[in-house]
């Protein structure tokens, strides 16, 4: 209904609009229209008077009759008696009995003064022969030539000898004693202007009406979508489980969503007019910016500060909100638009989680602590254990090789003959064999002490930082293979120099290029390539090889100490891996393996990027 009327008042103001602007336009060509018309008719009396003065002039020349009398001095008419002035009235009106004249009404009126009357001698619209019955000179009608035979000369609207308004120019015939007019009725020079504004009235009312139909068709779809949009907005606004609001520049709500009803208790109409800062609890007021509370000079957006809001019914919570000024044209404040949450659960689950993190982190730095007492204390244990087990193994092999000599001795001193095949045999075959497992195991051991040994040596030695080319560390282990990689296809892309231990990573590269070459497989051409990739932290290094390969459910035990995953025709002890993990942790990298049985084999690991300075 409220669309309806204002449709229509925006019919009735075009209306208005159109009808202002057909009448001013109206007046204004008419007023130019008239002020023409008097020029132009002011010039014809003018320029009509001259002539039949130029007239009378040469009659009177022409017939040797001196009848002119003073300008100003306005005697009888005993002029028309004269032969010359009737010579000049008679050519006047065959000079207008060929002249079709101005206009509809437009006419050429000459005149004299006879006994206070004003006498028509000449009259040419209607009737030139015709003449018009005298008038008293001081009557109300032909007003116009009263001036003129009164010697005035001008223009002016008036009635004229039959009583009709005309616009009339008025002029003194001097020679004579005649005056002349030269008019046009009112309602002529009217006429146009009236006939124009009813067509134009009725033009303008039929495009109005033509607009306004095209205008509602136009406008119709607009407005739909509006509606439909303002219904999406205002059911978005008000079913949205956040409290929408607004204030103007001194603080005061002027728009409240339904929400703040299970918000804060109020009904959405019982809280405008309250000021925001009203409802914010005063251990919180300082929070809120001093825009909201009537200071525009402190004009700034907010966002998710929070708030301890305090409900209808006296209990608080916490709230966050964030908003944006609204300007007016002009740059002109005037207020706040925002949403609002209840993040109490929230808050009170930060506060949990929080406590719960600081726990935690105290558990943690406590047990890494222990941890790191334990490791400490693992690495004295196994370097004492290693380092004790080599005194009674060194006595073990010292005393196998005493028993070995003393069998050897008791053989070259006693008569073989004299033995029994039993004991013979023992003396030499089964203690000399027994002997050597004895010493292959004290070499193993001694071998596996040593390794346990550089592993825990390793975990005391300090890193040295130093820039290292990545490219010549690889060129040197590849110059110590360089038998073994002789018929190798070889692909090394451009390595990079950075901040880390050299020995350590000449070591990792030895091992793992090491390890590339042993599992290649005879059957075909081996291939390694070697590159590196960066990223925002780290250089990741990859050696790939199409060797043997590793089988899936070994590659989560490459990195376990002294376990061997290769054939075991090939050499090895099962620290190499180890070794190399532990160095790289050491640099503070990772280390990673994929692999596919009989297709090859990718080690790749991540050297962190540090800064020279």
Known sequence: MQERRSFYLLIAIMGVVALVTMFVTNIILYQVAFNDKKQSLVQTAQSQARLIEAMARYNRQTNRVDWETPIGERGPTSLLSERAAADTISQLKDAHEHYPGFGETGEFVLAGIENENIVFLLRHRYDVSEEPDPIPLYS?????????????????????????EVLAAYEPVDVLNFGIVAKIDMSEIRAPFIKGAIYTLFISMTMILLGSVLFRKITNPIINRIRES?????????????????VNKEGAITYSSPYVKGLLGYDDQQIIGRKLVDLVDKQSKDNLPRGFQGHPTHIQAVNNIELLVNKSDGQSIVMELSAVPVFLPGRIFSGYRGVARDISERKQAEQLRNDYQHKLEQDVAERTAELHEINEELKN????????????????????????????????????????????????????ESLDYI???????????TNILELS???????????????????????????????VNLTIKELPE???????????????????????QADRQGE???WAERDQNCWHFFIKDNGRGIAEEDIKHVFEIFHRVGPRNVAGDGMGLTYVQTLVRRLGGRIQCTSTLDVGTTFSFSIPIISTE
């Open 457 to 487: 040596r390793l975990g005391r030695r300090n890193i040295e930082l130093e820039l290292v080319s990545s490219a010549e560390i690889v060129d040197k282990n590849i110059k110590a293979l360089a038998y073994q990689l002789d018929k």
């Open 381 to 432: 244990f196994t370097y004492i254990v290693s380092h004790d087990l080599r005194s009674p193994l060194v006595s073990i092999v010292g005393f196998s090789n005493e028993v070995r000599f003393d069998v050897e001795s008791l053989l070259a001193e006693l008569d073989i003959q004299s033995l029994s095949d039993i004991t013979n045999e023992r003396l030499e075959s089964t203690i000399p």
């Open 528 to 530: 390694i390539s070697i």
């Open 439 to 449: 010493n292959k195991a004290a070499e193993k051991m001694e071998g596996l002490i």
């Open 140 to 164: 109300e009608h032909a007003e116009p030539m009263r001036r003129a035979l009164l010697a005035q000369s001008g223009v002016m609207v008036g009635q004229d000898y039959r009583g009709v």
């Open 498 to 520: 950075l901040n880390t231990d050299e020995l350590a990573l000449e070591q990792i590269f030895g091992n793992l290029l090491g390890n590339a070459v042993k599992f290649l």
């Open 230 to 246: 303002e219904h999406r907005y205002r059911a978005l606004v008000e079913e949205i489980n956040e409290w929408v609001w607004a």
